[in-house]
């Protein structure tokens, strides 16, 4: 019988029960809300022994901006077996049926948050993505000085379309970020979460910067915080810094670009912990290169790369790529021969992951043995590269 199959609303109970089980998780009427509104916006797939679901996954379409360029990204979650069946091949079964299935869709990206990363390197995906955490005493937060803008709280009802707006014109600085959709909003902070939320705003009323937040005596937590520019963000941070008195400490997480905050403090006592997030990996490699936004040069460059990917074979091989002006051509080589005696770049799926979306550079991969090469046509391929680490504020 075919143990693979796509699951439908009504099994979302026994998809409910086994993700409790699996993950140890309290059972309750708003956890269960929560999951039939992840479920109901997601392709969810099942591995089934007899009647019974013994190990499942659910795939969420989300779309995600790469320096302009919008992809049709996977989102992996609830990825969970029965104990008893662990280790059998199920989950491997499922991950094969999902990226193929991707791939029909011409869906160019898969990101997940895993449980182990070298589980999940095994079906091609790689770290992509950091988190910088900072835990600061509530009596070390800077005083700010005086701003112009004012900051009010407000209930989820007026601060959504307001968060909606300012993470959209924030998005270019966040490559490989979710755009997020409506539905998306509410279950990130409104469906079964008690955050807070403030607004800053110029003299004029205009909506400069918002803060996502929860408190208490012993934390206040700052789940995001983002300005549009310097006089919002001191209004915000003055917000936050008036809550000293009510709570012992700060906490902040926010996605890694490469820079922290503690030149900001008088004193640069805060803690801080750069953090391993999510992986990603790239689906169908064809669909990716030809959205993806190089460089623009006007002299002709062309590349013959090899991609070795066991878990999709359609990515796998020797391709041709050529960049003029920002536009790629890619053409997959049928037969290795045409190869011989050029200067191929190689690696797995995993360091062209990484490569492309920014997080490593050649030169970085090339010399951990990652991507071997000619060492020129490395330094080629980098300069066509956007600038900037990849960022992901969300989580699934």
């Not at 309290?26 to 039939?36: A, C, G, N, T």
């Not at 920002?326 to 690696?347: W, Y």
């Not at 991969?365 to 504020?393: A, C, T, W, Y």
Request: proline share 4%.
């Amino acid at each position: 019988m075919e143990h693979i199959r796509k699951l439908e609303l009504k099994d979302t109970k026994a998809m409910f029960d086994l993700a409790a089980y699996a993950f140890n998780s309290e059972v309750s009427d708003e956890r269960k809300k929560r999951f039939d509104w992840i479920v109901e916006h997601s392709e969810a797939y099942g591995y089934i022994e007899g009647e019974q679901l013994i190990s499942q996954l659910l795939s969420t379409p989300f779309t995600v901006d790469f320096h302009g360029s919008k992809y049709k990204m996977g989102g992996v979650g609830c990825v969970s077996s029965y104990p008893e069946y662990r280790g059998q091949g199920s989950i491997t079964a499922l991950m094969r049926r999902l990226l193929s299935d991707l791939a029909k869709e011409k869906t160019a990206l898969s990101y997940l948050s895993p449980f182990s990363y070298p589980f999940y390197r095994r079906y091609g995906y790689e770290q992509l993505f950091e988190q910088i955490i900072y835990r600061i005493a509530s009596t070390d937060w800077p005083k700010t000085t005086a701003a112009e803008s004012s900051v009010y709280r407000e209930d989820w009802s007026h601060a959504k379309s307001v968060i909606a707006e300012i993470y959209a014109e924030e998005l270019v600085k966040h490559p490989g970020a979710l755009v997020r959709e409506d539905w998306w909003l509410e279950y990130k902070f409104a469906q079964g979460n008690e955050f807070r939320f403030a607004i800053a705003k110029s003299k004029e009323g205009q909506p400069l910067g918002y803060l996502v937040y929860k408190v208490t005596s012993e934390e206040f937590t700052i789940n995001e915080w983002k300005a549009l520019n310097k006089d919002a963000y001191s209004a915000l941070a003055g917000f936050i810094g008036s809550h000293s008195g009510t709570t012992r400490q700060f906490y902040y997480e926010k996605g890694f670009i490469g820079e922290n905050l503690s030149y900001l403090m008088p004193a640069p006592v805060v803690e801080m912990k750069l953090v391993p997030y999510m992986m990603g990996r790239i689906v169908d490699f064809k669909t990716f290169i030809a959205s993806y936004p190089f460089q623009k040069y006007s002299t002709e460059y062309q590349f013959y790369l090899e991609i070795v990917d066991e878990f999709a074979p359609w990515n796998a091989g020797f391709w041709q790529l050529k960049v003029k002006d920002g536009t790629a051509v890619l053409n997959q080589i049928e037969d290795k021969v045409f190869v011989e005696g050029k200067r191929v770049l190689s690696s797995g799926i995993q360091g062209w992951t990484q490569l492309l979306m920014g997080y490593r550079t050649g030169a970085e991969l090339n010399f951990h043995e990652i991507l071997s090469g000619s060492r020129e046509m490395v330094v080629l391929l980098d300069q066509l590269i956007p600038d900037g680490k990849p960022v992901l504020e969300d989580y699934f």
